[in-house]
């Protein structure tokens, strides 16, 4: 028996279906998928996360994962929408940034939706196999036994205590887990917050199927749909504190910094009208807030136990990564465990000490480009640098051929070459540097360029 404290169900379908157990007797074989129990803390898809601003933009790379574990068809039936790419915004010019899938069926690309639509696809999917059991708990503690995690402590719907026990446990709990502190040594960086807001019966953006990047100081905005009459509106306020939202400096920010930035004139229109703050919109503005972290994965080994998705590994949203990352984990740790014997300590705790190793070279290049990214694109400042290092970088963008392709190979996920990765960084180091000390290198451009180095 397999437990999964989780927020992503697509895990319990996984090991029920594909990880098949074989038992050995002296006459025949035979195979049957593990034994998994779910702990959820709300199952119910309106209580669930409906104004979760997360987990809404799944890249190229994450969906051919949900296709590998036999889960595409969990994006069919929710209106999902279609991303062939990005648009870059600045100063009213654009440039449009396609993903590279000539090589791909038509059907490969990344998608957009509604959050709990998706995560109640997964559970149906997940449910619907005759060795899953599902439970709504909110789950207080591992059970240890002599250094070995035998189980879980939770309180059921009704509030009373109980426990379960198997011979492996999964924590993937979200960023706002609990218990990762025993499975890890977690050093959480906040960079960011985010607005999340959603405008409805919109669906003509000027570019269609295209997520929308407008680049701005001192905040940047992510635009993407999210049905066929809903775009999301994602707005990035640097550093740790929020503008207050009870007192009107955020509607205030909002109609007149974010507004004037948005090219779409409806879209625009929707932000002006947020000047009447009333408190039915504290309460929503309230709702869509949301901090955005980075935390570098520092698994602990700690046998019976395994770490997974949010709860392991966090990096900026604005490459919206985390998908692609958790599903890639899913397949990797199916591949590893596929006919592993959990009872067994020393070959369950080996096998995710090499789970842990294997799974780092892609992780760790979705971090740095989101990171990276992040802070080139997005954590502005509101001085002549942060303008200086963005309009460097929209000119990269804007070059197209083989600069652009190749960024949006990495930012989708469909080429993770390390070579390329340091190869476009350097790129783009060299060309806003330049683009700094010409025409002519005075000494206050040098500064800047030495800062900007720096």
């Not at 068809?73 to 648009?87: N, P, S, T």
């Amino acid at each position: 028996l397999v437990i999964i404290v989780t927020q992503f169900s697509a895990l319990a379908h996984s090991l029920a279906k594909n990880c098949a157990f074989t038992y050995k007797f002296d006459l025949f074989d035979f195979q049957e998928g593990r034994r998994v129990r779910v702990i959820e803390r709300n199952l119910n898809e309106l209580n669930y996360s409906t104004n979760r601003i997360a987990g809404e933009l799944m890249q190229p790379a994450g969906y051919l994962k949900l296709v590998e574990l036999g889960l595409e068809d969990c994006v069919k039936e929710i209106d999902a929408q279609k991303v062939l790419g990005f648009v870059m915004n600045k100063d009213g010019k654009s440039v449009r940034l396609p993903y590279p899938l000539e090589k791909y069926d038509s059907d490969v690309a990344g998608r957009c939706f509604h959050h709990a639509r998706f995560v109640q696809k997964l559970r149906e999917k997940a449910s619907s196999l005759p060795n899953v059991e599902m439970e709504q708990g909110r789950v207080t503690s591992l059970i240890e036994e002599q250094g070995i995690v035998k189980g879980v402590r939770y309180k059921t719907r009704t509030g009373q205590e109980s426990t379960a026990y198997a011979s492996l446990t999964i924590v993937c709990d979200g960023c706002f887990s609990s218990l990762r502190k025993y499975l890890s040594v977690p050093k959480v960086e906040k960079l960011s917050h985010v607005v999340g807001l959603i405008i409805k019966n919109y669906n003509q953006f000027a570019n269609e199927n295209y997520a929308h990047i407008v680049m701005g100081n001192p905040v940047s905005l992510l635009m993407y749909p999210i049905s066929s009459n809903e775009v999301r509106i994602m707005i990035d306020f640097p550093g740790t504190k929020l503008p207050s939202i009870c007192n009107g400096k955020m509607a205030h920010l909002l109609t007149t910094i974010v507004a004037p930035q948005v090219c779409f004139g409806y879209l625009k229109y929707n932000l002006m009208c947020l000047q009447s703050c009333t408190m039915p919109l504290y309460i929503q503005l309230k709702k869509v807030t949301m901090p955005i972290s980075s935390m570098t994965a520092t698994p602990c080994l700690v046998p019976g136990a395994l770490l997974l998705g949010d709860a392991l590994n966090m990096r900026h949203a604005i490459t919206a990564g985390g998908m692609t990352v958790i599903l890639h984990d899913i397949a990797l740790f199916c591949n590893l465990f596929r006919h592993l014997n959990l009872n067994d300590a020393v070959a369950v705790t080996k096998c995710t000490q090499q789970f842990y190793s294997m799974r780092k070279p892609m992780a760790l290049k979705v971090n740095v480009m989101a990171d990276y990214l992040y802070k080139m694109l997005f954590a502005s400042s509101n001085d002549e640098l942060s303008e200086q290092i963005q309009q460097g970088c929209f000119n990269y963008f804007s070059l197209g051929l083989s600069f652009s392709r190749g960024l949006m190979g990495l930012l989708s996920g469909l080429n993770l070459h390390s070579w390329k990765l340091l190869l476009h960084f350097l790129a783009i180091v060299i060309y806003t540097t330049g683009g700094m000390l010409l025409p002519v290198p005075t000494p206050k451009r040098a500064f800047a360029a030495a800062r900007f180095l720096l």
